[in-house]
T-cell receptor, first 114, second 113 residues
Framework: DTAVSQTPKYLVTQMGNDKSIKCEQN?????MYWYKQDSKKFLKIMFS???????INETVPNRFSPKSPDKAHLNLHINSLELGDSAVYFC?????????????FGDGTRLSIL | AQSVTQLGSHVSVSEGALVLLRCNYS??????LFWYVQYPNQGLQLLLK??????LVKGINGFEAEFKKSETSFHLTKPSAHMSDAAEYFC???????????FGTGTSLTVIP
């Protein structure tokens, strides 16, 4: 069973469109995250939720809006897509928000903006 | 504030040779430290973690790392490289609350047959 699953795996779309990426974890974890990995492999945290509550909200354009309907799901909606949004987006989860808890990553969603 | 520096964005070793990937951290509190591996088109997988127990930490696939407080380092080693070790490796430091990870910029490991 896949622990952290993201859909879709690939997303190709045009500038200006709105798209969503879904993430689900079956590990029973309380905390979930969204990361952006650019073309140079640099990983930047975007958001984190703990039991559906937003706990980390980094400097991200407000075109990006996370939603957590329950603690097993964290979706990412992006409005008015721009060329610079092209990247790989990773969802992750951890048992709780304790600093000693490793994060478990999904396989990523490769977003390409035409 | 926490940060991580990985020296060497690209490392090449011969198959069977020692692998050494460097990581230095800065942290205002005792850190939790992690190494992750990323294979092409995949997510990050945990290799090992240091959480203030033994300073020499053994991970999966024969990797280990040693926490050296005096040097603020957490270098990753493997005695004998295998072709399957070719991947991107990330060091990360975590703060005590909120579990916010600060990742290094990654080191791409190439294994030469």
């Amino acid at each position: 069973d896949t622990a952290v699953s993201q859909t879709p795996k690939y997303l190709v779309t045009q500038m200006g469109n709105d798209k969503s990426i879904k993430c689900e974890q079956n590990l029973g974890h309380d905390t979930m995250y969204w990361y952006k990995q650019d073309s140079k492999k640099f990983l930047k945290i975007m958001f984190s939720y703990n039991n559906k509550e937003l706990i980390i909200n980094e400097t991200v354009p407000n075109r990006f809006s996370p939603k957590s309907p329950d603690k097993a799901h964290l979706n990412l909606h992006i409005n008015s897509l721009e060329l610079g949004d092209s990247a790989v987006y990773f969802c992750a989860s951890s048992r709780d928000r304790g600093g000693n808890q490793p994060q478990h990553f999904g396989d990523g969603t490769r977003l390409s903006i035409l | 504030a926490q940060s991580v520096t990985q020296l060497g964005s690209h490392v090449s070793v011969s198959e069977g040779a020692l692998v050494l990937l460097r990581c230095n951290y800065s942290s205002s509190v005792p850190p939790y430290l992690f190494w992750y591996v990323q294979y092409p088109n995949q997510g990050l997988q945990l290799l090992l973690k240091y959480t203030s127990a033994a300073t020499l930490v053994k991970g999966i696939n024969g990797f280990e790392a040693e926490f050296k407080k005096s040097e603020t380092s957490f270098h990753l080693t493997k005695p004998s490289a295998h072709m399957s070790d070719a991947a991107e490796y990330f060091c990360a430091v975590s703060s005590g609350t909120g579990n916010q990870f600060y990742f290094g910029t990654g080191t791409s490991l190439t294994v030469i047959p």
